[in-house]
């Protein structure tokens, strides 16, 4: 069905959630609990907080290639409570360019702030036998979507991000129909990282592996007032529904890793490139489940 | 046909076009010619040139809504050689994403460099009878295009664009389809000068008139060595083949023009805004005609 | 003294303050305790991190206009602890233009990571007496300097922030002399939101008022897996050292906060306009002191 | 003397260098001559040109490196009319930070549109015995300084521009003191280019030779409605007066070409670097001088 954009967004959801009032009423007077919002900035109503709270939904468009890694150098991205599983060293990396919006759909009568680009790799784990991605880099172009990274345990940053458009009229690109190709490139403060492209020839039904499991990301956050012991990161994996997929281009993959962002980065580069996967992709984003807190779980250990 | 990618581009295309050389080879030496290209700068080679020569395709998305102007603000915009023709007050407001490539393809593989966004303002006029449109302010938000937009007269400013993308999966955006809603906004020097939204209700095969006609310019670029009469101002049509339509999504429009532009781009403000239309746009440019050249035919004047 | 920029950081301090890790060693291995940082992204290093620790240095260029703002308005903007003091209703909006660096100084080689623009309003406050300033609203262009601002609860967002530079040189800029003018803008999403504008008299000693306060901020994040209470917003003073003054050009100032942010930001417009101060500024951020923790005295009351 | 702000703009001025007017008024009408203006896009009264009419003045901050490249390189990149000169194969990297305005001022209290970043390659050359410098590559990170480059026949298109700031207060930069270290990068589609870094140990008023000679340039634009001859390229010198340099800082010098802008950029890299300078700058720019005319003069060669 249409989308349909509603009217202004009913902020008294946003009080609901918003911090620091335990929903009482934001007049100011005495005894008022001051400025709320579900993040910063807070102001008298909420109204200027730079996030919504969730749920998210999201429509993107993906360019994805399958790789492989040095499993011993995925290993060690692995926090305490994920393993290798039954594929160690699968990997991907994905470009996507997305529209987002609130539950009430208010920001995509903007089309400045409903759009970004995302490039980030997924490294193959598991938690407890069940499979799941770990999201060791993300870089997007949007400063909402970044901090909102950061509010799940989604390590992103700030990136250029360009991909290639399917096109159905004209010269000026591919169709997705067999020999078409797509390309995704990120730029990290002035330089290029990371290149791929995706060749596709035929069409299937079947999702990506690494795009069809949960994300495992660990909740963490500087601590500016020194606590005792740290701050306590705590393993998450994000609650999603509404997927959907369009019918998935598939063929050949390139991926190139260029110097510039470090060994660790560097450790995560291609030893084998496998399939490229070119397709539209819809969900939505509600929250967060605790996996395991596994700062606790190591101070606990005999 | 799915385009196809060819290998490193052929350069004796490039230098058969360039400036000074009139084919004689590059090397360097005694009685060389010197530096080459298409377009500044000019190199050895020919290949640092910014511009490549066209043909240019181009493959893109178009959001568009028509309007009426004021008929005497719109004559005031129109040179020597162009009338009001038929309709005079008719307008269009027209946002696009765009892909474009050089004849060999070559810029596709790199998605940050053939990928832009347009707006521009349309206004119906006639050059001896014949329908054409003017175009009296264009932005674009990269520089190749900018460029590009000079060389065949059309003043193409920098600009910060953004457009809804229809979606086909997921909640964040409007499916093309009856009641879908798609946005354009378009800032200049920091400040929104534009908004338009199309909300579509039907399909059609009927393209939207003022994108179905010529465009006429003005080639005129200013003098550094004063010459005897100043810039001398040619009133040009643009070439184009393999133009090609998606279905054209036809429904109710908005458009919304904001101070900070001046009076003269103000003069163009809606003052009744008619249909609105989304489509895929496809074509190729060629070139230049010269329709006259108004300055001289000026000074002829008894 | 001059900086000293010295070779590569000495990753033994970051692996010190990193999560998770308590000082161990971080080779990957049986019982590793995974990926550390002192924020994500996490690594097996830690070097991926995307801030470094406290302390960091910052040298700025400041354009500053003293205001006088609704007293009522700003006390809404007030959090518990926080109180208008003495001299409710005065404000300050601020544009610098910052370089910044950590300990070791490794991000002054590189002047695209280490220079950033940031607009910000004050708001004249008191904690238990003692005369601080406090932040509603801050705007920075780039991404690593708006995320350390919510480290230390400083609700920094994105915008596009333009400020003049002196001359020493050339007719093309005022010098800092009498009659010097110095602009500063901000544009969010496109918008114009805030114009300031100083023009210098005479050069003084005595620093701005509410640039020589103590900021207060609110340190709160969203809570991704909702916690019983909600999250714990809590009051905190930054804690700076090696303040540094450049003589402070004063004179008059103009400020015009435009449409476009809501109506909570627009509540702090200006009802009157007074000095403005250009003058340079350094400092040195090493963390956070904890003033209290509302939320939890809020529920203690009676 | 303080650069005075005046009012708005004597648009008189403008209309008196407007393209195809020749000074008649520009009232639409039955005779009118069009829209007007000094550069695209024409409009009723001229005020919507792009570019403003010369003379532009300019105020900047210069981190400079001297360097020597391959004399046979160099020489490649020289038109017919300029000669190696004494000195064949001497070089400079410039990168600078400029304020620039009208004749007006109008546009220094709007800092976004009046500063711009610069990076140029230097070549040493002469014209008919008199020493000059060739600049073969440029690149801006504003529209408008792009476009009057072109205006000029400087090749100036598009790029990333970073350059350290010298800083007088705190600890995040260098002073400009002996030991300070001034940092630049350019960045073009996203990849490194260019680095370059200057050591300063003691100050002279000895301006660097490169930068103290008038600039040859290539006036030449892509015709787009072709003519018999092609383009007819010009050689031309800037005129520039009221030209200041501060004090110069000097020392050792850095600077680093990457890979990815094609051979005839690569056959400028350094092969040995020299000096490097810290300094401010200002000029005013009043147009273009003919130097030759070096098609013609190549087709009346026996």
Not at 83 to 101: H, K, L, R, S
Not at 261 to 277: C, I, N, T
Request: charged content about 20%.
């Amino acid at each position: 069905m249409v989308r349909q954009h509603a009217g202004p967004r009913d902020r008294s959801e946003i009080v609901t959630t918003s911090t620091g009032t335990n929903g009482r009423h934001t007049v100011a007077g005495p005894g008022s609990a001051g400025p709320v919002g579900y993040s910063l900035p807070l102001s008298p109503t909420g109204e200027s907080a730079m996030l919504t709270p969730p749920p998210w939904h999201f429509s993107g468009e993906v360019v994805m290639v399958d790789y492989r890694v040095d499993p011993d150098a995925a290993r060690r991205f692995l926090p305490p409570g994920l393993e290798p599983g039954a594929d160690p060293g699968a990997a991907a990396a994905v470009f996507a360019t997305w529209q987002w919006c609130s539950q009430d759909g208010a920001e995509l009568t903007d089309p400045g702030r409903c759009q970004f680009g995302e490039f980030l790799i997924l490294l193959s784990c598991e938690f407890e036998g069940r499979p799941m991605a770990r999201c060791p880099y993300a870089w997007v172009d949007q400063a909402v979507p970044m901090m909102r990274g950061w509010v799940q345990g989604m390590p992103k940053q700030f990136g250029v991000i360009h991909q290639s458009r399917p096109v159905t009229v004209g010269k000026a690109g591919s169709r997705l129909a067999p020999g078409g190709r797509f390309d995704g490139a990120l730029s990290v403060h002035g330089r290029r990282v990371v290149e791929a492209s995706v060749t596709v020839d035929r069409s299937t039904d079947q999702p990506p592996a690494l795009h069809d499991v949960p994300l495992a990301h660990t909740l963490v956050f500087p601590e500016w007032v020194p606590s005792g012991g740290g701050p306590r990161p705590r393993l998450v994996a994000s609650e999603v529904s509404d997927v959907e997929f369009s019918p998935i281009w598939t063929g050949s993959g390139d991926l190139t890793f260029f110097d510039g962002l470090g060994d660790d980065f560097g450790a995560l580069a291609p030893l084998e490139v496998g399939s490229g996967h070119v397709f539209s992709y819809g969900e939505t984003l509600h929250g967060g489940r605790l996996l395991s807190d596994y700062s606790v779980s190591e101070r606990h250990q005999p």
